[in-house]
């Protein structure tokens, strides 16, 4: 006689526990996470942990264009556009906003063109905190901001992309002369690779990479033609890209220009558009920014031909009131605050780090992905941005 067949094994039939009563808790399940993993930041039920810090920018008209009151500090910016637009002025007023914050700055010159002097002009002194280098090739350049990361440099501007030669390109060269080109894409491999590396340590450093970069035109006969050296990864790694051009809509200005900065991709605003004038020789005119960012949004009002501040007349007519604030500190003071503000926690420093302890982790930020209002450059940028 046969005896009877044990039933088969299967594993929804070995407990009759419930599935949900044999899960770990989550909160368990995290603190395992970061004793195991320790590099990583975690953030879980409101606590310290992956968090949107700013860095403002030096200029109040563009933190505010920006919708978070800076630069999101621990990420990349592109700044591109034609030449002479003012990008190399630019990030160089940036890294001296920070220098003015107590923050270690670095101005990478991959072009070799820059003049110190020029510089100092725009604030960027030449002081402990300040560091001008000019290296070799790209990849000599990218090891040398793992340096200055390590060192607590919280700024570096990249001056620029399209420059960055390779080692490969410079073997071709010694091999074949000057004249030799490399295998096609080698620049946008090697970008590829060293900012996919570079983008957990930028954002575990809270430091800021600003890339300026040069357009160039395609073959497209679709749209526009435009688009910009390095291949297509560091658009994805970028969380804010601005196009600088000049704006030939505006009047001419005899010692300079009108520019026009559009913020064609933000991760954590909308889209917008930031106009100032840059003056030869000393940059962007900061005190304008200051000055016209507070009458656009009421801070500063107008009766007739006078300019008031909290019913203090300042002077008569835009240009003397303007020069009435650059002679105020206190008054500037205040019209700044004022313009903080508009935008409270944002534009107010970062909470201090808090260490994780039972519960660990912060509310996941709000991520907008890529908000450009339109397409990136490569494609079919809205007519109205190009000049």
């Known amino acids: 006689m046969k005896g009877k067949r044990s039933p088969k094994h299967s594993p929804t039939a070995s407990s009759a526990e419930p599935r949900s009563n044999r899960r770990t808790p989550l909160r368990a399940v995290?603190?395992?996470?970061?004793?195991?993993f320790e590099t990583a930041e975690v953030s879980y039920r409101g606590h310290a942990g992956i968090r949107i810090e700013t860095r403002?920018?030096?200029?109040?008209?563009?933190?505010?264009?920006?919708?978070?009151?800076?630069?999101?500090?621990?990420?990349?910016?592109?700044?591109?556009?034609?030449?002479?637009?003012?990008?190399?002025?630019?990030?160089?007023?940036?890294?001296?906003?920070?220098?003015?914050?107590?923050?270690?700055?670095?101005?990478?010159?991959?072009?070799?063109?820059?003049d110190p002097l020029y510089l100092e002009k725009l604030g960027l002194l030449p002081k402990d905190d300040f560091v001008l280098i000019q290296p070799a090739d790209g990849e000599d350049g990218f090891n040398i901001v793992q340096r200055l990361?390590?060192?607590?440099?919280?700024?570096?501007?990249?001056?620029?992309?399209?420059?960055?030669?390779?080692?490969?390109?410079?073997a071709a060269a010694n091999k074949k002369g000057w004249g030799a080109m490399p295998q096609p894409g080698v620049q946008a491999r090697m970008l590829s690779h060293v900012i996919k590396i570079m983008t957990p340590v930028v954002a575990r450093e809270r430091a800021i990479i600003l890339f300026t970069n040069q357009i160039r035109s395609t073959m497209?006969?679709?749209?526009?033609?435009?688009?910009?050296?390095?291949?297509?990864?560091?658009?994805?790694?970028?969380?804010?890209?601005?196009?600088?051009?000049?704006?030939?809509?505006?009047?001419?200005?005899?010692n300079g220009f009108w520019a026009k900065l559009v913020v064609r991709k933000n991760n954590y605003g909308p889209p917008a558009i930031w106009e100032c004038r840059l003056i030869y020789g000393k940059g962007f005119d900061i005190e304008y920014d200051v000055f016209q960012t507070a009458v656009d949004h009421g801070i500063i009002t107008r009766r007739g031909n006078y300019y008031l501040f909290r019913g203090m007349e300042l002077a008569v007519g835009f240009d003397?009131?303007?020069?009435?604030?650059?002679d105020d500190p206190e008054t500037r003071g205040l019209i700044l605050q004022a313009i903080r503000d508009l935008?409270?926690?944002?534009?107010?420093?970062?909470?201090?780090?808090?260490?994780?302890?039972?519960?660990?982790?912060?509310?996941?930020d709000s991520d907008r992905g890529t908000v450009d209002g339109s397409v990136e450059p490569s494609d079919h940028p809205s007519p109205t941005e190009e000049n």
Do not use: C, W
């Not at 995290?30 to 195991?36: A, F, G, L, W």
């Open 343 to 364: 935008k409270g926690s944002s534009l107010s420093e970062p909470p201090a780090e808090e260490e994780v302890k039972d519960e660990t982790g912060d509310a996941p």
């Open 220 to 254: 497209s006969f679709l749209g526009s033609s435009e688009t910009t050296s390095g291949g297509k990864a560091p658009k994805f790694y970028e969380s804010v890209r601005l196009r600088l051009s000049r704006n030939a809509g505006k009047e001419a200005i005899g």
């Open 30 to 36: 995290v603190q395992k996470i970061i004793k195991e």
């Open 56 to 114: 403002s920018t030096g200029f109040p008209g563009l933190d505010l264009a920006l919708g978070i009151g800076g630069l999101p500090a621990g990420r990349f910016i592109e700044i591109y556009g034609p030449e002479g637009a003012g990008k190399t002025t630019l990030v160089a007023q940036i890294l001296a906003a920070g220098q003015d914050d107590g923050e270690r700055t670095a101005f990478i010159d991959v072009e070799h063109r820059i």
């Open 320 to 326: 003397k009131s303007m020069e009435k604030l650059r």
């Open 149 to 170: 990361l390590d060192a607590g440099v919280k700024r570096v501007a990249i001056d620029s992309m399209a420059a960055l030669l390779t080692k490969e390109e410079i």
